[in-house]
């Protein structure tokens, strides 16, 4: 029964000749900075006006997220819901693309 439940298994694999075409990604210059401390602003730069940023835990799951205009934005954590010491994720999405970096506060 074994050696047949791997033949069947060998049968659905199968080998392909055709190739993934990869386009061009552009990936836009985002840089964060920010003050001390729970109360601070996130202050955004891009080299493409700022559309949308959301906070992520580390367990995935978008804790905030708010509407911007403009190539630098400041926004306050506590409108991400970063309320509490410990790594984020800040997804930054502009006209260009999207990024994510990681949000570190102490």
């Avoid at 060998?10 to 401390?37: L, W």
């Avoid at 999207?98 to 570190?104: L, N, P, T």
Wanted: charged fraction near 20%.
């Amino acid at each position: 029964l074994h050696t047949a439940y791997r033949r069947q298994r060998q049968m659905c694999i199968r080998d392909s000749n055709t190739t993934t075409d990869i386009k061009d990604v552009r990936t836009e210059n985002v840089s964060i900075s920010s003050g001390t401390g729970l109360n601070s602003d996130l202050i955004i730069s891009a080299d493409a006006d700022i559309e949308n940023v959301s906070a992520y835990n580390l367990a995935g799951v978008r804790i905030g997220s708010i509407a911007c205009e403009g190539r630098q934005v400041s926004v306050p954590m506590s409108s991400l819901n970063m309320t509490y010491q410990g790594i984020y994720v800040v997804r930054i999405e502009t006209g260009e693309g999207i990024q994510s970096k990681k949000v570190i506060i102490r």
